[in-house]
């Protein structure tokens, strides 16, 4: 195991190879998206988004938490030296995994129907059932990947993210395609080809998520054999008194993904209680139900995944920085966890602050570029929606900052307190302004600020830490204003020339990130002590040395 101080340093790094994992994952993701909505539309984005929402809230309940906790339990353990305690924390989670994902399971396949008759979307059940073996074989994989987490290494669940996106694409798209034929034949018979041809097709999308999980399983199955031969012979020599029972390890174990549990279960159900309310609501109102349909199928199809790509940043500092802060409050080290919630906290808002700008003034044509979507209300959606991305990367990370320094409920009352307000909000919005699909996505963001807030003055008031305003938020804030306006000049003019929205796109993501680099350097928003705890840092500070920008 590294050393204290190792770890303490290298968690940026460890975070940072998981988020770039996590981003790599993501883009995957967005582009297989891409000739999916192509093949199954905007209908089929609709039922894929419902089965996904449930499948999410469902996974969230059985073993979602069970990372977190699992790396948690393990860092304590290693801190100590306590490796055989480790294993048996090794054990119980497996055994939780099995017994969670088997009964949440059998829960899914067989109550399919009902879950998606709730939602105004009874085909999408087709697509959930073959999401309900997924549930088991995340919560297995879940606790190997908490385990490497808590030993601070991030590799194992970096390879095993990328491995399963990457046949995810593949299946989901093949599988979609034969699928959606498949479903346009029975619809043909049964008198509607066009919602079963969809519904078929989203089926086929899903059966792409569960081959995928599946391969990372086994991938990481693999990792840990070859691990445990050198791990066996550190049990062995591991002579310390206090050895748990496993009843103990189990009670400490469910004691500790109980209050993660409520907080992520609350944290991530603010979507499916905004499809409840948003499609009841726009239904009794008057609105063409395919028209609700397809705008349900853009939000959960294009908007959110879009969004979700700088988000899974903040996620992976949120699970790279709980062991190590874990480890710190263990050893009561103040200092350390100082530094590393300002840290990380500094690095999300270094990435949140020109995703958030370069969304919001990119929003259409990335639309347009990625999922051929000319529709006002699409790009739409995709601007004001912004926003989004910042507060939602500062609530994921400061959930898992939370839970690091052991304040487990605080997310849990957070996260209950928000869902309220953001469930009257979203009820005035469509009741009072009649805003649609928009008032989702504003009560979205609302949901978020929300977290932000009431997060912040917890992390503050348990830690002690105070952010340095100017450089964590003013200066990146600064330099990504600057690139927007750039961005927006550059696609201009590039559009003007060449006519090509792909190529203007292309050209404005690329000057963007470089004016925001440049910008941020020459306002003294990042040093050179920290662009060397980046990956590739080193190669980062000779590019900006040899620009006199250092």
Known sequence: MNSNKNNSTNFLVQGSILAIASIISRIVGLLYRVPLKAIIGKMGNNYYGTAFEIYSIILIIS??????????????????????????????????????????????????DFFTGLLQTPLASVALRVLAPVI???????????????LHTM?????????????????????????????????????????????????????????????????VL???????????????????????????IFKI????????????????ISSILDQGIFKNIVTLQGYDKKLIGEWWGVYTGQYKVLINVPISI???????????????????????????????????????????????????????????????????????GAISILFYSLSTLSNGLLQGINRLRIPVQNAAIALVLQALFLIGALELFDLNIFAVVYANAFYAFCMCVLNHIAVVRYSGVHQNIMTTYILPFTASAIMGVAVFLVYQGVHFVTKSNSISCVFGIIFGGIVYFVVLLLIRGIGKK??????????LVYIAEKLHLL
Not at 255 to 268: A, G, H, K, Q, R
Not at 339 to 350: C, D, G, K, L, P
Not at 530 to 535: G, H, N, S, T
């Open 314 to 384: 903040a996620s992976a500092m949120a699970a790279s920085s709980v062991p190590t802060l874990t480890a710190a409050y263990q050893r009561q080290d103040k200092k350390q966890i100082r530094y590393q919630i300002h840290s990380a906290t500094r690095f999300i808002m270094i990435i949140a602050f020109p995703c958030t700008v370069g969304m919001a003034v990119l929003g259409g044509p990335i639309m347009m570029f990625l999922f051929a979507d000319a529709d006002p209300i699409s790009a739409q959606m995709m601007t004001y």
């Open 222 to 248: 693999f990792i840990y054999v070859i691990f445990y031969k050198k791990f066996k012979r550190r049990v062995i020599r591991d002579h310390k008194p206090m050895k748990e029972s496993y009843g103990t």
């Open 136 to 150: 088991l074989i995340v919560a297995v994989l879940g606790v190997f990947r908490g385990f490497f987490q808590g």
């Open 253 to 268: 174990l469910i004691m500790t993904i109980i209050p993660v549990l409520l907080s992520t279960t609350l944290y991530n």
């Open 155 to 219: 590799m194992p669940s970096a390879v095993s993210q990328i491995i399963e996106q990457i046949i995810n694409a593949i299946v989901s798209v093949v599988a979609a395609y034969f699928l959606f034929g498949y479903g346009m034949r029975i619809g043909g018979v049964l008198g509607d080809s066009e919602e079963y041809a969809a519904a078929y097709g989203a089926a086929g999308g899903t059966l792409g998520t569960a081959l995928g999980a599946l391969a990372a399983l086994l991938f």
């Open 530 to 539: 920290e662009l060397l705890r980046f990956p590739k840092g080193a190669y």
């Open 63 to 112: 073993s979602y938490s069970l990372p977190l906790a699992v790396s948690k339990l393990v860092a304590t353990r290693m801190e100590m030296g306590q490796v055989k305690n480790t294993m048996k924390v090794l054990k119980g989670a497996l055994l939780f995994a099995f017994i969670s994902g088997g009964i949440f399971m059998t829960v899914v396949f067989f109550g399919a």
